[in-house]
């Protein structure tokens, strides 16, 4: 959504929503806001349980995120048969069917050329237009460019690209040769199979409902917009778990996004908390292994001196002041003694891509700073 | 009409289409100073054309911006400046690495030219890597600026770290101490903790392609 400056802000799963009052009328935005999937069943949109307060405030407010002048000067009379006739050719026509799901109209067959060897393209079976370069990537850059300069009757839609968007999808079109898929498979590095890992029974079905793979990654499904939960089990604490599932607090203050609030019942956040805690378990070592007894008061001195971790981390709230990693004000409560030990020697191991660094710190150091912050079980906020 | 028959009669257009010279932009107007007002220095991969603009503003005596003043770009299109007195470009980096200075050109009312300098830096493949892990590992300390989606830290550090271009102060560390730092932490060279060890999280090409690309954007430039 655009800001008062003019500036778009926010997440990009959704569409942007400035205009958003120009375009849907109340009676659907409220239904779409109750369970979006009712609507549109593959959304990425989660089920959030507003209350009825909630609805009407929400849609109060999109409502009037609109833009008068675009529709001001704006008067459609009611459509002739005619008109809808022309209407109904041109979405034929233009093959509006192949991306949009359209009640009468056919999904139309072998749509758009396949593109698995555009790159071994020979020149002399391309159509140039007028003023263009001969050469392919000329070709291609134009064809995504203006598609309607190659004849009014093509039916590839015109993207606002940048153009250092065109000249990325150049260089992807240019390297489908028929070279690269006759290469040996010896000589080929293969891409990861895709995921297709889905939570199951009870739990998974509440889970597809929440849409928590819109933003959190769960064993290689899911999105990136939110931590990884694949070992969140063994990581956290289930009391912890469970007032964050009510009511997630900010753990990472730099953060813009943040976790909604699904409004769950008890009987939902046992179900999630329980479905967590057992199925999303790190192979690499157990939860409960005991930790040797450690001298705390020296991890204190290794937090704030040796590693600084008050860089990244707010334990003291009126002392320490970086805002990269989330607080660990609560870090007794809410995680144990073995994930802490094991996630500062090799973080990267237990959750890959995650911006703490690989210490790879020795045992002492990290039983240590682990015994600290065990320590802090300060109370919420 | 045949397929060969139209593709002839498609040549012979576009042939004659090319003699048919476009009228360049003419000045309706002169300034009597040009300024480069482009945020930051354009940075790019080898061969890439970034996204971000190169923008000069065409001024009076009194430094009011003019519109419909030519401004001409080394290797882009001339154009006119708008209201504000502002003409952006963008521009296609060399296909060498290195740093290229671009120079803008409008002329005052007596024909005499204007002129002011861009510098654009165009990354080699080392340097962009160094670039990309450089936006993952260190900007959120090292770059000043905030963004929507990336706070800086840099203000709640005790020592407040070097930008990456920098080079008054980042050109005088050795090349082998760069790399301790960013290897060991700022304690290897006896600066602060708060600049933490990347061994084991980067390896050991991954340093060097941080450090050649802190060498790259350094200004003034590292020799």
Sequence with gaps: MQNAAGQTVGGNIGPELTRVGSKVNSAWLTQWLRNPAAYLPGTAMPHFRFTDKDVAQLAGFLLTKADHDLTANLHLDPATPAQIAHG????????????????????????????????????ARVVFAPDLAHTLPDYLAAKIRQPRSFGTAMKMPRNTFSD?????????????????????????????PPSTYQPAGKAGKLMSDLHCLSCHAINGAGGTMAPDLSSEGTAVERLWLVAFLKNPNTLRPALIRRMPRFNLTDEETATLADYIMTAYQTPAFDRDEPVTPADASRGKELYYGKYACNSCHILDPDRDKGYIGPTLTQAGLRLNAAWIYHWLKNAQALRPGALELNWNMNDDDARDIAAFLMQQKAARK | MNRRMFITILAILSVSCRHVSRPEPSATAFGAAIVNISEDTIV??????????????????????????????????????????????RIRLGSTSGRYTLTATTH?????????????????????????????????????????????????????????????????????????????????????????????????????????????????PFR
Excluded: W
């Excluded at chain 1, 034929?92 to 396949?114: L, M, T, V, Y």
């Excluded at chain 2, 001409?72 to 001339?78: G, I, R």
């Excluded at chain 2, 008054?168 to 290897?183: F, G, K, Q």
């Design chain 1, 88 to 123: 109904k050719k041109l979405v034929n026509e233009r093959g509006c069917a192949a991306c949009h799901e359209i009640s009468g109209i056919a999904r139309p067959d072998n749509f758009a050329p396949d593109l698995t060897t555009v790159g071994s393209l020979p020149l």
């Design chain 1, 164 to 192: 250092s968007q065109v000249d990325a999808l150049v260089t992807a079109l240019l390297s489908q040769t028929t070279r690269a898929q006759t290469l040996p498979a010896s000589l080929r590095i293969p891409a990861a």
């Design chain 2, 44 to 89: 790019g991969g080898v061969g890439a054309m970034p996204d971000q603009p190169l923008t000069v503003q065409v001024n009076d005596a009194d430094g009011n911006g003019i519109a419909g003043t030519r401004v001409e770009f080394t290797d882009s299109a001339p154009g006119l400046t708008g209201n504000d007195g502002q003409f952006s470009t």
């Design chain 2, 108 to 220: 005052d009312k007596t024909g005499r030219p204007l002129r002011t300098t861009f510098t654009a830096i165009a990354l080699d493949y080392q340097q962009t890597l160094g670039r990309e892990l450089s936006e993952q590992h260190c900007a959120r300390c090292h770059d000043p600026q905030s963004t929507a989606g990336r706070v800086s830290n840099r203000d709640n550090l005790s020592v407040p770290p070097h930008s990456f271009s920098d080079g008054a102060v980042l050109n005088r560390i050795a090349s082998p101490n760069l790399i301790a730092i960013i290897t060991h932490g700022g304690t290897a060279v006896g600066k602060s903790p708060e600049m933490p060890p990347y061994s084991p999280t980067l390896s050991t090409s991954e340093i060097n392609a941080l450090s050649a690309y802190i060498r790259a954007i350094a200004d003034p």
